[in-house]
């Protein structure tokens, strides 16, 4: 197992036990109470990207780029302290914000006991992950290097040091020095005007990496002066940005203060997941199934982030979703911005598409296509049906990195099989309805699924898809969507253009569905 750390100096700078002080025993009582729900939520929420022990090899880990982060190496990308090893608080405010630019979403909505739980536990999993990779380079070198040994140096080198000192509110006047700096500094790999290049780089992992573009909202921290501060002083540790150290504190303040006019107002949370309510109102006659139908005017609208699984700088990160029912049927459209319409019409290679998740569970896993315990039922909707195209993320194999796809790309073998089309070239205008109860359970679309009305229109670069069903549920498993029920829902979206297929697409996270009486 690779970490970052040069073993060699560790071995010699870390071999010292950290004094500390006895913590009260109310208080280790409450952080061991902290550690034990961070382990069970790691379970439910993250164990699926970034596996059991945290190297980033869960189930779905080889659906995503960037990958999910490898806690062994000791190294996370938002920091605080002066020797770049991350804090708590530090953990804490990257689950709280998520990880735009990736498909790591909000965790906002955890309590805080809750999100310093799963800080505490992520720690923890760094520290032993550090500890047996250090043992493991000591033995490949020939060095004697017990497991106490180890973990002291372990310890070492995640033990946050002297926080980073904010940057001075520069004068109007110095915004053209923060132009220079950022000139010689920056814009080699941002883009003068902070917008990203195309330049290729590389995490110390070897990971592929690109310079964020400040312009888009694709920031993995905040724009505050203090966020600025510490991503200039500290770098991304393990990515390709480097630390940078201007020794004249006035030079760094102009520079953080110019960065910030590089960043739109509304930048900082554009990418950011956050969780709403959507009430489903009744209408008055029959539900609208025509997407322009005026009655959608009336209905009540949530806009939702999407995160790409495969990040591409053309991917759909929005959506917005609004409901109906009129007391027996419920109707959903799902409304999106594509560029192209690709469909069979269109003679595209891959399909636009969409899919609803539904959990009558109070708080189910994020992914992973619920359980045994908490089913959930997905409706899914394809522009045309090949059967070696399109699918839900559940795979019924699961090919390694590498081999002969592309780096990111899902292969066909990662998508449940559809039925061949007829010879029609229209869109398609019926949805599948199945239960899934985990990762590896969602049935064959097209063979085992109930069918679902739906009615597609795409106009001017936008898709408009109503999908509608029977508020009851027509089998066992479905989700039961009567008055009164409140559920969770989730959504995702499939650009054809950008090759999206199987488990390569845009996804939220949970959403609240309330069915007004």
Not at 214 to 232: N, Q
Request: hydrophobic share 45%.
């Amino acid at each position: 197992m690779a970490s970052a750390l040069d073993f060699s100096a560790g071995l010699l700078l870390g071999l010292c036990t950290l004094a500390c002080q006895e913590a009260p025993r109310a208080d280790v009582a409450n952080a061991e109470q902290q550690l034990a729900r961070g382990v069970e939520l790691f379970e439910r929420h993250c164990a699926l990207c970034h596996g059991d022990l945290g190297l980033g090899d869960g189930p779905a880990a080889h659906l995503l780029f960037p990958p999910a982060r490898d806690f062994s190496s000791g190294r996370f990308r938002l920091v605080s302290t002066e020797n770049g090893a991350a804090t708590n608080a530090d953990l804490v405010s990257t689950l709280r914000r998520g990880m735009p630019g990736s498909a790591m979403p909000s965790f906002a909505w955890m309590a805080e006991d809750d999100l310093l739980g799963l800080a505490r536990h992520v720690r923890r999993l760094a520290l032993e992950g550090l500890a047996l990779s250090l043992e493991e380079q000591a033995d490949e070198s020939g060095r004697e290097l017990d497991s106490a040994a180890a973990r002291q140096l372990a310890e070492r080198f995640l033990e946050p040091g002297a926080p980073i000192a904010t940057a001075a509110r520069a004068p109007a006047e110095a915004l053209e020095r923060g132009r220079a700096l950022y000139a010689a500094h920056c814009a080699k790999c941002h883009g003068a005007d902070g917008g990203g290049t195309e330049k290729i780089q590389w995490t110390e992992d070897g990971e592929l990496d690109w310079a964020r573009d400040f312009t888009a909202g694709v920031m993995k921290g905040g724009t505050s002066r203090a966020e600025l501060t510490r991503r200039i002083r500290t770098g991304m540790p393990g990515t390709s940005m480097p630390a940078l150290r201007l020794t004249d504190a006035a030079d760094e303040a102009a520079l953080v203060a110019f960065v910030q006019t590089l960043i739109p107002p509304q930048a900082e949370t554009a990418l950011v997941h956050r969780r709403q309510t959507l009430h489903v109102r009744r209408v008055a006659g029959v539900v609208p199934a025509a997407p322009a139908d005026p009655r959608w005017d009336g209905a009540e609208e949530i806009a939702v982030v999407l995160a790409p699984l495969f990040w591409q700088r053309k991917a759909v990160t929005f959506a917005t979703i609004r409901a109906l029912h009129d007391g027996a049927d419920i109707a959903v459209r799902v409304t999106w911005q594509d560029a192209t319409q690709d469909d069979r019409t269109h003679m595209a290679e891959f399909s636009d598409g969409v899919a609803l998740q539904f959990s009558a569970a109070l708080d189910p896993p994020l992914f992973g296509m619920g359980s045994r315990e908490h089913p959930v039922n997905l409706w899914h909707w394809k522009s045309f049906r090949l059967a070696d195209v399109a699918g839900w993320l559940d795979l019924l194999e699961h090919p390694p990195h590498g081999g002969d796809e592309p780096l990111g790309c899902v292969g066909v073998i990662d998508a449940p099989v559809y039925l061949p089309a007829p010879d029609d070239p229209s869109i398609t205008s019926e949805s599948d309805s199945v239960v899934a109860e985990g990762f590896h359970s969602v049935p064959l679309f097209g063979v085992e699924a109930l069918p679902t009305r739906t009615v597609p229109r795409w106009e001017n670069g936008v898709w408009q898809v109503v999908m509608l069903r029977s508020l009851a549920p027509r089998a066992e498993g479905e989700v039961d969507l009567r008055p009164g029920a409140t559920l969770q829902l989730a959504c995702a979206v499939w650009n054809g253009a950008l090759a999206d297929h199987g488990g390569q697409k845009s996804i939220s996270i949970w959403q609240r569905l309330i069915v007004d009486p």
